[in-house]
């Protein structure tokens, strides 16, 4: 990771300091502020060449991949699209999504349960951003850590299935309080795991009744265009 | 989960403040986290001893003092403090609704990350301080 320079936000306030002295400094320093500013960084970069960027983020196995894949071949033929794929470890994911015919970045984290904003720094530096509209991110599966550290992205999707049981929502709130669109998925098989997602949808509404919530299916196309109105993907 | 990622940025902001200090060790590192954050102080903990070890930081005393949320609501006056393992905690944070008049809460802090105060010891013969890097 790269150095951290540190300035601090309020004066320095030294106690004592002599040779060999105890001395104390108060400061207020964020931890996770070079991610954070590496963030903005992002964030200005992507702006700059007027690419939109999502960060698709949800539970391992809650098809994050698919939804983004049926996006893609939905809008490819208006928009200009790259895919950020992150995952502990192989590349499954990009090869799925490449096979749509979009350039696609796989991000290994090795040992990092989340995607941070150095690594999508990287990532866009292999990306041919002057020739772009618009960057899918898909996070590490995971409910918990993502949320804490913020990618550069303009709007944030969250994906769920029905398979997951009916307490996704309200056992991980953090995660839905910034959601943009909430993709509640796999709502063929709704009725085969006694998941009712319009429940998972009310739950969605209490927590941030700003989300948008869409049930989608896809493996029958289900709500995958609603998805993409939603997101403000249309008629670009 | 992510406690090793956190204590690496802690690690890499506090040497360079040791480095600009030029102190020669640490004693005391405060930090403020906030309770809403998912961060296992423990494990924290763990991650900054091995982090810290072969550093100016090792043998450091980490203390951390933990923040409250609060959940305030948009309607009505109704605030809490929001506590682990608490009845707030198990209600108010996964429904966000208000339990007087049933609109929505938002949340207030919490989610403080931050070193407040760091105790060092200057270098005893004035000598140039040692560059740490990081292991």
Do not use: W
């Not at chain 1, 700059?48 to 098809?63: C, L």
């Not at chain 1, 996070?139 to 709007?155: H, Y």
């Not at chain 2, 550093?55 to 609501?73: F, H, I, K, N, Q």
């Amino acid at each position: 990771m790269v150095a951290v320079g540190i300035s601090l936000a309020k004066p320095v306030e030294v106690v004592t300091s002599a040779e060999g002295e105890v001395f104390d400094v108060e400061l207020e320093v964020n931890i996770l502020r070079e991610n954070e500013r590496l963030a903005e960084e992002n964030k200005r970069r992507l702006e700059s060449k007027g690419v939109h960027a999502v960060d698709v983020m949800g539970s391992v196995g809650s098809g994050k991949t698919s939804l983004i894949k049926s996006m893609i071949s939905q809008l490819k033929k208006d928009l200009r699209i790259a895919v950020i794929e992150g995952d502990v470890t192989t590349t499954i994911d990009s090869d799925i999504i490449s096979s749509e015919g979009v350039p696609t970045v796989q991000v290994n984290t090795g040992k990092e349960c989340h995607l941070d904003a150095n690594l999508i720094r990287k990532a866009l530096d292999r990306i041919p951003l002057d020739r772009l509209d618009l960057i899918f991110i898909e996070n590490v599966g995971n409910l918990i850590c993502p949320a804490e550290f913020p990618l550069g992205s303009d709007r944030r999707l969250v994906v769920i299935s029905v398979t997951e049981g009916p307490y996704m929502v309200v056992k991980h709130p953090m995660m839905f309080l910034d959601a943009k669109v909430v993709a509640i998925n796999k709502i063929d098989v709704a009725a085969a795991m006694g998941v009712d997602p319009n429940k998972l949808s009310a739950d969605v509404a209490r927590l941030n009744p700003k989300a948008a919530t869409v049930h989608t299916s896809c493996r029958n196309g289900t709500g995958i265009n609603d998805v993409i109105e939603k997101l403000g993907l249309k008629n670009r | 989960m992510h406690e090793l990622a956190i204590a690496t940025s802690l690690v890499e902001s506090l040497l360079e403040l040791v480095k600009k200090q030029s102190a020669s060790k640490v004693l005391e590192v405060h930090l403020s986290v906030g309770k809403l954050r998912v961060l296992s102080i423990d494990q924290l903990k763990f991650s900054y001893e091995i982090l810290s070890k072969g550093t100016a930081l090792e043998g450091s005393l980490l203390d951390v003092e933990e923040t409250p949320g609060y959940a305030r609501c948009t309607n009505c006056h109704y605030a809490e403090k929001l506590e682990i393992d608490d009845l707030s905690f198990h209600f108010s944070l996964p429904q966000m609704t208000c339990p007087q008049c049933g609109a929505n809460l938002i949340l207030e802090g919490g989610d403080e990350l931050l070193i407040t105060r760091v105790r060092m010891l200057a270098p005893s013969d004035g000598s140039a301080v040692p560059t740490n890097e990081l292991v």
